[in-house]
């Protein structure tokens, strides 16, 4: 069985800074494609980045990279320069190549983004 | 392009009652995937449907059920409504199956079951 581990209930960062979301996981799929998303307080789920487990580079999308470490199971967010509109809860998830090809989300952690 | 769009956004019924909730996925996206969110589990997959055949199912009861129209627009059914139904219930459309595909969710139907 799959299992996605955010460890961060809170964190709190300032505006302008970067700030790092913590992402481990487990799998025994060889295949599988890791997510994040953000889901502001009206509850829409926004996709901000995918790294798949093959592939060689970390994934970036504009201010958001996902820092990948296959062998240690983990693909933490990383958001530079922080906006107050980064206020958000940040999910990580997991799908994986074979069987049910769900996403799996971890509990999610609150980010609050300090002028 | 047109996001996910899911209707109605709220929803209040009474324990008992059943309820139809409905996804329209992006124009062209032909997987649609269904979730339920709670304070207690979190996100929870529901069910998956592609080319109108349901290709995966969550552990939730049978009160719970879907459909895929030949449009790629998708309809999810409770029945027989509980308090702990109560939930978001977010859909989810992607292209393909395939795990390089990423999922866009809607905005999400508020059901509150009173």
């Known amino acids: 069985a799959q299992k996605i581990t955010q460890t961060q209930p809170g964190m709190f960062v300032q505006e302008k800074e970067a700030v790092t979301l913590d992402c481990t996981y487990d799998t025994s799929d060889p295949s599988y494609g890791l997510f994040w998303y953000k889901q502001p307080s009206s509850g829409e789920m926004i996709f901000l980045i995918y790294q798949g487990s093959y592939d060689q580079q970390n994934a970036t999308e504009g201010r958001y990279s996902l820092n990948f470490q296959k062998a240690r199971k983990s693909a933490n967010l990383v958001i530079s320069a922080s906006q107050l509109g980064d206020s958000a809860m940040y999910f990580c998830a997991m799908r994986q190549d074979t069987g049910r090809r769900a996403l799996t989300f971890g509990s999610g952690t609150r980010l609050q983004v300090q002028p | 392009k047109a996001g996910v769009t899911q209707t109605p956004r709220y929803l209040i019924k009474t324990r008992g009652q059943q309820v139809t909730l409905s996804c329209s996925p992006i124009s062209g996206h032909r997987s649609v995937s269904w979730y339920q969110q709670t304070p207690g ?68 139907t508020r059901l509150t079951v009173t």
Do not use: H, I, W
């Open chain 2, 41 to 108: 589990q979190g996100l929870q997959f529901l069910f998956e449907y592609f080319s109108e055949t349901q290709r995966n199912k969550g552990n939730f009861p049978g009160r719970f059920s879907g459909r895929q129209f030949s449009n790629s627009r998708s309809e999810m059914n409770v029945s027989t409504l509980e308090l702990g139904d109560s939930a978001l219930y977010l859909c989810a459309s992607s292209l393909a199956r395939a795990t390089s595909y990423e999922q866009y969710f809607g905005p999400g």
